[in-house]
């Protein structure tokens, strides 16, 4: 939580720099109001694409083979 509080600060001193932090990430685990709060300009929805590509590629590949037997 240090380092985000000292990126914030940096991030507060530039001119037109915004956050980009991952909502409700294991690490810190944020909902959308506290990412506001904190001054988040940019934020991806967990899970992350790559693991919901994943995800619908196990899910469809576990669909084929039950298809198949």
């Given at each position: 939580m240090a380092a985000i509080d000292r990126v914030r600060e940096s991030v507060k001193k530039s001119a037109g720099a915004r956050l980009a932090l991952p909502l409700n990430?294991?690490?810190?685990?944020?909902?959308?109001?506290?990412?506001?709060?904190?001054?988040?300009?940019?934020?991806?929805?967990?899970?992350t694409p790559e693991a919901r590509l994943l995800r619908s590629f196990q899910t469809q590949a576990a669909e084929a083979r039950k298809l198949l037997g």
């Open positions: 990430h294991a690490a810190f685990p944020r909902n959308a109001a506290q990412l506001k709060e904190l001054g988040a300009g940019y934020t991806n929805c967990a899970p």
